[in-house]
């Protein structure tokens, strides 16, 4: 079966850097995504994994590990305006992407 | 390049009652997916289509839910009769077929079911 977790809430400070992490059990791999979602409002394409390690664009990082299932978003310099939901998704087979649940971020000033 | 569009943007209905959301791809996506997220939670696949065939539609309550792809661009996906539980943002989602590059999404229909 299908299993992504992540964390359902985090809270950080306005300027701040914060790690959200997801760990997935799949029954295939083509890949890992990372979507931002704003409250009312659609996905939207943040960052690709497909290979170890870890890509850089801009204030945004993601890492990946095939080994552990494992996979965090970094945010530095957070502002105001990334207060919104992350999706962590699998690309598990066929070009279908799998959701976790998504983590909820509240900066604070 | 134009979106990915979705209408209506929101629709209240009542419990029994039918529903109809419509779906026009990014042009040239072969891909269509179409995902129920309900509020608080990560979106969930309905049904994917390739041009006008379906890939995978095992999450799809078939019992109240269709959906088509007629000519392989435009989508409709229909509830009938609708429940209180159906209440969630539908998004429809195109993409060039196993460009690993993931999804572009609509603003989705918000449902609620009264």
């Known amino acids: 079966g299908q299993n992504i977790d992540q964390p359902t809430e985090m809270t950080a400070t306005e300027g701040a850097i914060v790690q959200i992490n997801c760990t997935y059990q799949t029954s295939g791999f083509n890949g890992l995504f990372w979507y931002q979602q704003h409250a009312g409002e659609a996905p939207t394409f943040l960052s690709y994994n497909v290979l170890d390690g870890l890509e850089e664009k801009g204030r945004f990082s993601s890492f990946l590990s095939r080994s552990k299932g494992y996979s965090y978003l970094l945010l530095k310099e957070l502002q105001m305006k990334d207060s919104a939901s992350y999706l962590c998704a699998v690309n598990n087979a066929g070009n279908m992407l799998t959701f976790g649940g998504g983590t909820r971020l509240m900066v604070k000033p | 390049e134009a979106g990915v569009a979705q209408s209506p943007r929101y629709k209240i209905i009542e419990k029994r009652q039918s529903v109809a959301f419509w779906c026009n791809p990014i042009s040239g996506h072969a891909t269509l997916y179409w995902y129920q997220q309900i509020l608080g939670q990560g979106p969930k696949l309905l049904i994917q289509f390739q041009n006008n065939g379906v890939v995978d539609d095992s999450q799809l309550p078939k019992d109240r839910f269709s959906a088509e792809r007629l000519k392989g661009v435009d989508s409709t996906l229909k509830i009938q009769p609708a429940k209180l539980e159906d209440s969630a943002v539908y998004l429809c989602?195109?993409?060039?077929?196993?460009?690993?590059?993931?999804?572009?999404f609509g603003s989705g229909t918000r449902l609620t079911v009264v």
């Open positions: 989602a195109s993409s060039l077929w196993q460009s690993g590059y993931g999804y572009t």
